[in-house]
């Protein structure tokens, strides 16, 4: 079974740049996750998506970011614009209700940003 | 959401089992108890869900004393690739949501 796969794995721009980061969930899973993780702090999560409806986005700064679920496969997270406090790791996971049972989420690998 | 407390940084030598406890005072009657592992520039990974008594698989054991006020993941006979980042964390399925703490930083020493 494929995993959560993500692109780009490291991107490094400027501050008030923009930038966009893409995730292809594993095939079925109806609910999709972006999290943020600052170096030696556990992942936060920034939005949840079933299908292609929010769920919750609660802690997703809107000013400056922004994601998207089009047709309910892949996801796009934009960040406009890129603020030095943004530099972490994005990470990607997806989860159906059937692993959730017999499970967890499955994780991207991430894309680490750098702003400089 | 129940909140979970677990150590920072915990060391031990290769071969030795581990235990890395958690506690989570105010879990709630449907919440689950979920351990996941985290590698360097890898996404965490699941490791082991228990909901009371003990669980076991092919990688760790997770024992639940009656009142699942606290948690344990035992790591058997750990190597050198155990090295990494554990996060006990506490979830239910109906909003499905995983709430990660800071974790327990696991160093195996050779």
């Known amino acids: 079974e494929a995993g959560v796969a993500q692109s780009p794995r490291y991107k490094i721009i400027e501050k008030r740049q923009s930038v966009a980061f893409w995730c292809n969930p594993i095939s079925g899973h109806a609910t999709l996750y972006w999290y943020q993780q600052i170096l030696g702090q556990g992942p936060k999560l920034l939005i949840q998506f079933q299908n292609n409806g929010v769920v919750d986005d609660s802690q997703l700064p809107k000013d400056r970011f922004s994601a998207e679920r089009l047709k309910g496969v892949d996801s796009t997270l934009k960040i406009q614009p890129a603020k030095l406090e943004d530099s972490a790791v994005y990470l990607c996971?997806?989860?159906?209700?059937?692993?959730?049972?017999?499970?967890?989420?499955?994780f991207g690998s991430g894309t680490r940003l750098t702003v400089v | 959401l129940a909140k979970t407390t677990q150590p920072i940084s915990m060391d031990s030598y290769e071969g030795q089992e581990v235990n890395i406890t958690c506690s989570h005072n105010?879990?709630?009657?449907?919440?689950?108890i979920t351990w996941y592992q985290q590698f360097p520039s890898q996404g965490p990974r699941f490791i082991i869900q228990g909901y009371k008594t003990k669980v076991t698989n092919e990688v760790a054991s997770l024992f639940i004393p009656a009142d699942r006020k606290s948690s344990t993941l035992s790591l058997p006979r750990v190597s050198l690739s155990d090295t990494a980042v554990y996060y006990c964390?506490?979830?239910?399925?109906?909003?499905?949501?995983?709430?990660f703490g800071t974790g327990t930083r696991l160093t195996i020493i050779p």
């Open positions: 964390l506490v979830f239910n399925f109906g909003n499905e949501k995983l709430t």
């Open positions: 105010n879990i709630a009657t449907n919440d689950y």
């Open positions: 996971a997806s989860s159906s209700l059937t692993d959730l049972y017999g499970g967890g989420y499955t």
